[in-house]
């Protein structure tokens, strides 16, 4: 019954997108070329813009801590060095395309171990799409990068396209950490002052998260261990007499689970969500009152960050126990033997199903210009008691820029998630996937910057903060623009607690260098 429910709310939403609805079917692309084919067919009545354009860079990145001790030299390097783009647009009457290609030699690392089951497109094609224009009316397909609500950074109502966290060098810019999804987009024009926009993404991504070294989130990393220390606390709770007369120690045991059940917790795999079963939808309203911008949206789709369950792991340790007291059944090799002889449980990994309803306000006040977002987010567990579905949410944000004193700019906002059914959050992490967290995340974001030599310089400090979690992530920046070529020197440091989602980058504080031409 819940699949009926969910087709039916796709197949309600896409239809909005169909080009056939409305009468479009009597409407060609307007290419500009005739059908008639034989020789004297005349050449198009527009002509064709094309244009190149992109983007060479080149930067030196060092982490602070790679170069404290002498003996880590060897360890440490300055990053990839070369990074660019190059991008092609072409405009005609009736309809425009556009392709952008990530040219950096990430990207080409990335294609060569490129595995199409993770969801993600590779790095290397950024975006490319074609719009066609129908009068009011505007129909876009391809790789896209959507930007919905009114928020600078991060905000509740920017829901179509996961970020990429695997490198937070770069979290300041939010176009380069977005990740392009194919989808089909149709827009409509009620008068200047009105859009309604709809959305259709056919498969779906989660956001990406570096699977090991210095990025790797910490709550990933740590989840095998977890596993392992529950079931050698479960074991030695209830067999502990039985493990003691097989000669089978708590450190002992541990290590056999890690050698065993090892293999089965590091593949910690989200499922494959390129098919239709995890397709994503969306309606989106904005209208012009007065001075006032306003915007309404409804979301169906997945939530980026994935839940987890680690149901059987009692189990596994059961029948385990039930080998060890076979014949011969006794010692560390016995236990070995006795885990390999199992299925061991696999952790449940997969991205809840949820609605959003949603709207945000934007208006200049006072010389404020004040952006404000919100929105209520409902999940599967509408009873808190789910621990693989997250509970349901509300989300706000709220931020401004302003010209304050001196010529410095001000560029504010605060983003906030509020868990509901809170009280029913179990206390077992392997258990639920939001046990140990707090009720609320509130992060705050502040940019402070100055132009000097009529705006040729740019001093900026862009500073970020997790209340709940202590942390902190501060940007310094010094960039200099001479027409076409710029130079820039920042760095980056993190700060709290070490099991904050910030604090647990402390190791990564950097310092970079970059020079970059566009063209």
Known sequence: MRKIRRIFTLLALSAFMYPGAGG????????????SGGEGEEAPSFPLAVKAGGKISAELLGYVQDFKKRDDL???SLGDIFSGN???????????????????VRSFRDLADYSSESGHLPRILDEAYLRAYFGPLS???????????????????DVVNPLD????????????MKIA???????????????????????FAGHRFSGGGRWQPAQFRKLPGLAMDDMTSYAFGRYASQLTAAGINSRQFRTLLETGYGAASDRLNTPDTR??????AGLRYTVTVGSSDLGFQYFYGNLFTPSWNFEGLNGFVDRMMIALGQPGGSGPDAAADAIGGLDMPDPKMDYNRYHQLGLDYGRVLGGFNIRAEFAACITDDLGGDKGWVRNPFLAWSFGFDRDIVWGINANFQCNETVRLLNDRVGGNPLLDCEAGTDISATRITLQLSRKFLRDDLECKVTNIWDIEDRGCYIIPALLRTIKDLSIEVSAGLFAGREEGELGQYWRNSFVKLGIAYSF
């Not at 190059?86 to 425009?96: I, P």
């Not at 966290?165 to 380069?176: C, Q, V």
């Open 181 to 203: 999804r194919p989808l089909v987009r149709l827009s409509w024009a009620f008068g200047a002052l009105s859009r309604l926009e709809g959305v259709f993404v056919p498969g």
């Open 86 to 104: 190059l991008n092609f647009s072409a405009a005609g009457a009736n309809a425009d395309a556009y392709v952008n290609l990530d040219l950096s």
């Open 275 to 280: 098919g239709l079963e995890y397709a994503q």
């Open 74 to 76: 060897n360890a440490a």
């Open 24 to 35: 479009l079917e009597a409407q060609d692309f307007g290419f500009g070329f005739e059908d």
């Open 165 to 176: 966290y695997s490198d937070l060098t770069n979290i300041t810019d939010m176009k380069a």
């Open 139 to 157: 129909l876009e397909a391809g790789l896209r990068k959507l930007t919905w609500g009114r928020a600078d950074s991060l905000g509740p109502l």
